[in-house]
């Protein structure tokens, strides 16, 4: 009997076999890895393959390196899977994605006390690197026409910006042919706090940028003292040199858990601010924002139109075609949430992250950078002469035995030989998780300690990168 006769005798055909238990075509034999498969398999087949390729990766919820949600309630995941076909650019053909998407800028505008939200302009973006680069073009490009209205040269524009910047900065002055002119942090100044920006702007200068939580170690920088810094020197030499606040995190957290520090729109220098809804804003990778002060920070001839509804709405952004299912994802958020809903996440996030920078900062191995109080993200150090059998790497190392993912890495070019580590406390790292995450990281410093001889350094390097 051949295989097809006794199928016909079962009545099972090719097409819907029964689950058979990892062992058909495609699953107990191989796929090619690089060329695209000569015929079609079955989709139970492939989802199979897929997914479990996909299960080798660590566990999203233990990674403690993302500044990136992991996770939304079941309700967002239906929504998410509704409107995962919405092409967010088709603005015409998707109106009421396009409004939302009017409405969550506004709102976010609002919550950066913009001085009058119907006459400021925003924009969703992929997530904050593409607004960073929105709100850099838009520095250059108002130097440029302000320059060339004078008569000036506009061959050498720069940026001032901390030397922790993320690298989004280092892409954008790289891209876009701006020097960068960083000012280095160092253990006196761990931030850009201003001190010693005359040495660094000059009439080329098109804008400074303040970081809201700096991604190594996830304190603010004091926008206020940077500002005042930039009133003296105007009220000195005449340059009026405009801030951008890269709020890629705290741009959703200070104005809950900080709602009086000054860093936002109340300050008149703040010209834009961007964020990453999906860092604190808590939604799924995929988008972030930016908002101008005024219409006037952001200069016409960088704005495109696109047809809405038989009239126009201006569009300003790198990408074309974007997923819309985020922007519902971060509207469904804003009415879930609320403002008081935000806050209680935010502050439960931050509670865990001052447990945790408790915790370690108890350790004698470790001396703590900061605490966890602004964004609730701390780095820490190895304590100096505690140990020279081993570093944070081979800490980090342990820690994936356990599933933590925990980067350490060096800071940046002035103070590279210091390296430490750090934890993104994000929605989703209960209080309970972070008392075993506690109980493992001292179970790895006994094991450390107890060492005989030293771990091994050879090839040992951070793959981390911010
Ligand atoms: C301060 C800062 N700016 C920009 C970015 C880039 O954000 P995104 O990953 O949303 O492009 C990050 C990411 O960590 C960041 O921390």
Redesign the pocket.
């Known amino acids: 009997m051949t295989d097809q006769s006794s199928h016909a005798f079962t009545g099972i055909s090719d097409s819907n076999q029964l689950n058979p238990l990892f062992a058909r075509a495609g699953e107990s034999t191989d796929f090619p890895l690089n060329t695209i498969p000569p015929g079609e398999s079955l989709p139970e087949t492939a989802y199979q393959v897929v997914h479990d390729e996909a299960m080798l990766d660590g566990n999203s919820r233990l990674n403690l390196a993302t500044?990136?949600g992991t996770w939304m309630d079941p309700q967002a995941q239906q929504i998410y899977s509704e409107s995962a076909d919405k092409n967010l650019v088709d603005k015409d053909e998707y109106p009421q994605t396009a409004a939302i998407e009017t409405r969550c800028w506004k709102m976010i505008a609002t919550l950066w006390n913009a001085p009058d939200v119907e006459t400021t302009i925003g924009t969703s973006t992929?997530?904050?690197?593409?607004?960073?680069m929105l709100g850099g073009l838009a520095l250059k490009r108002r130097w440029q026409q302000a320059r060339r209205a004078d008569g000036k040269s506009t061959e050498k524009p720069n940026l001032v910006l901390s030397s922790a910047?993320?690298?989004?900065?280092e892409k954008f002055c790289n891209y876009w042919d701006v020097e960068a002119r960083y000012v280095p942090i160092s253990d006196e100044h761990r931030v850009l706090d201003g001190s010693d920006l005359k040495t660094y702007v000059d009439e080329n200068t098109i804008g400074v940028v303040a970081?809201?939580?700096?991604?190594y170690t996830g304190m603010y920088e004091p926008v206020a003292d940077i500002a005042a810094a930039l009133d003296a020197i105007q009220a000195e030499t005449g340059l009026d040199i405009p801030i951008h606040v890269?709020g890629?995190?705290g741009g959703m957290i200070a104005p809950f858990l900080q709602p009086d520090l000054v860093w936002d729109f109340r300050l008149e220098r703040v010209a834009s601010i961007?964020t990453?809804a999906?860092?604190y804003g808590l939604v799924y990778p995929g988008l972030?924002w930016v908002v101008w002060r005024t219409l006037d920070d952001l200069p016409r001839d960088l704005v495109f139109d696109v047809t809405y509804l038989g009239g126009h709405m201006p569009s300003f952004a790198l990408n074309f075609s974007r997923p819309g299912a985020q922007v519902l994802l971060q509207y469904y958020l804003f009415l879930r949430l609320g403002y008081d809903g935000y806050y209680r996440v935010q502050k439960a996030s931050q509670d865990v992250a001052v447990y945790l920078s408790g915790e370690i900062g108890k350790m004698p191995a470790f001396t703590l950078w900061n605490e966890g109080t602004d964004i609730p993200v701390f780095a820490w150090q190895l304590t100096k002469g505690h140990t020279d059998r081993w570093n944070l790497y081979h800490l980090s190392e342990r820690l994936r035995i356990k599933g933590w993912l925990i980067p350490a890495y060096p800071m940046p070019d002035n103070i590279s030989e210091m390296v430490v580590q750090r934890i993104v406390v994000r929605n989703g790292l209960s209080r309970n998780l972070a008392e075993s995450l506690i109980l493992d990281i001292q179970e790895a410093v006994d094991y450390l300690d107890a060492l005989e001889s030293p771990m091994p350094t050879e090839g040992l390097i951070s793959t981390f990168t911010?």
């Open positions: 500044f990136v992929i997530g904050s690197s593409e607004a960073c910047v993320q690298v989004c900065w970081i809201m939580g700096v991604t890269d890629a995190s961007s990453s999906h860092k972030g911010h």
